[in-house]
């Protein structure tokens, strides 16, 4: 029995020590690049000589993330390390050719069978706009002109003018007399469906994203709605008061049940935007970048995909109301097609006094 019991030990100790010997690490070379540039990122893995390796394997051209493709990759070179270790590095080759914000996703690899993931890197595409495609848009400089004025070339521009501005008077009295009607409160059925969480959070990202806000000049309001944003998120998906809560009260909160990796990532970020809305704290570029790949590859890490509920809401509208509702939107039809026409009747009129201007 204490045979047995001696080998069951070693056994175990043998497995914990590969396991845990077993280091993975990837790494970009620029986080920023010109559109159609190349990036690389290397990806090397510390391991016991003898055990076998399974690398992440990219056919060229191969997208790695939507948007971000794979050009080529290097064979894997072998370095020997000490007390039995070697390192296995491969480099792979980047490039994409739209401008964006890309969230590299987590290389993974397997050693002896069992799988280790690295670290989730960014990457950020810029182009400089030019347009190329209307040199005729560029004129030459002209000559002196001394043109004299005449009313009759003003006549129409001026009617016009004077056409819409009665016309948006019309509309002006018009909706004040659709405001004082009775409001129908009541609306016809319909399905509302029951957005997630993360989904929230991430399309309120999108909107940092599509704004640059990672460039702008204003950090506090960028790393106010990034906060805001997770703030929301934790609220809705943990049931966190934590729109009520400061900082460190939201990441003691987290730190019960959460990843430490991601949770020391996130006080990092809160920390950050603490310091920039209260200490007028300074942040490079690719500091901005960083806090906010951290806070979607956390949000990627925590969500759930549960199917979206969906509520059918029943009308009730009296006959009453029914009349009125449609009083209501005869009188707002008759305010849109005024306000249309007062709208074209301004766009002529100054059209015609850029012609007369020329």
């Known amino acids: 029995m204490k045979k047995i019991l001696l080998a069951y030990i070693t056994l175990i100790t043998s497995i914990l020590s590969s396991v845990a010997q077993v280091q993975v690490q990837s790494e970009i070379d620029s986080i920023q690049i010109w559109i159609g540039e190349q990036a690389h990122v290397t990806l090397d893995v510390s391991m016991k000589r003898g055990q076998q390796l399974v690398m992440p394997f990219f056919k060229p051209s191969e997208m790695i993330t939507p948007g971000v493709e794979v050009l080529e990759s290097t064979d894997a070179d072998t370095t020997e390390l000490d007390n039995g270790m070697v390192k296995v590095r491969k480099i792979y080759t980047l490039t994409s050719f739209d401008e964006k914000l890309y969230y590299?996703?987590?290389?993974?690899?397997?050693?002896?069978?069992?799988?280790?993931?690295?670290?989730?890197?960014?990457?950020?595409?810029?182009?400089?706009?030019?347009?190329?495609?209307?040199?005729?848009?560029?004129?030459?400089?002209?000559?002196?002109?001394?043109?004299?004025?005449?009313?009759?070339?003003?006549?129409?521009?001026?009617?016009?003018?004077?056409?819409?501005?009665?016309?948006?008077v019309l509309t002006a009295y018009l909706y004040s007399r659709l405001r004082k009607g009775k409001p129908i409160i009541k609306m016809p059925a319909r399905i509302v469906k029951k957005v997630l969480p993360h989904q929230k959070a991430m399309k309120s990202i999108e909107r940092l994203k599509a704004e640059h806000m990672t460039s702008s000049e204003n950090q506090k309001e960028y790393y106010t709605r990034l906060t805001d944003t997770l703030r929301v998120y934790l609220q809705e998906r943990f049931g966190l008061n934590a729109m009520e809560m400061t900082s460190d009260e939201i990441i003691a909160r987290l730190q019960e049940t959460g990843d430490k990796t991601m949770i020391d990532e996130l006080r990092m970020l809160f920390s950050t935007a603490d310091l920039v809305k209260f200490a007028k704290y300074s942040t490079l570029i690719n500091e901005n970048d960083a806090n906010l790949v951290n806070a979607i590859a956390y949000i990627d890490r925590t969500k759930q995909e549960n199917e979206p509920q969906t509520e059918r809401i029943e009308p009730a509208i009296s006959e009453e109301d029914k009349r009125t509702l449609r009083s209501r939107n005869i009188l707002q039809t008759v305010i849109s097609t005024i306000l249309l026409l007062a709208i074209a009747s301004l766009v002529y009129a100054l059209w015609q006094a850029w012609l007369l201007m020329m």
């Open 104 to 168: 590299l996703p987590p290389m993974k690899v397997q050693v002896d069978g069992k799988e280790y993931v690295a670290k989730s890197l960014a990457l950020k595409v810029m182009t400089m706009p030019a347009d190329t495609l209307h040199p005729e848009n560029f004129y030459p400089p002209k000559d002196v002109q001394d043109n004299p004025f005449s009313w009759a070339e003003w006549r129409v521009m001026i009617g016009f003018l004077l056409l819409s501005l009665l016309l948006g």
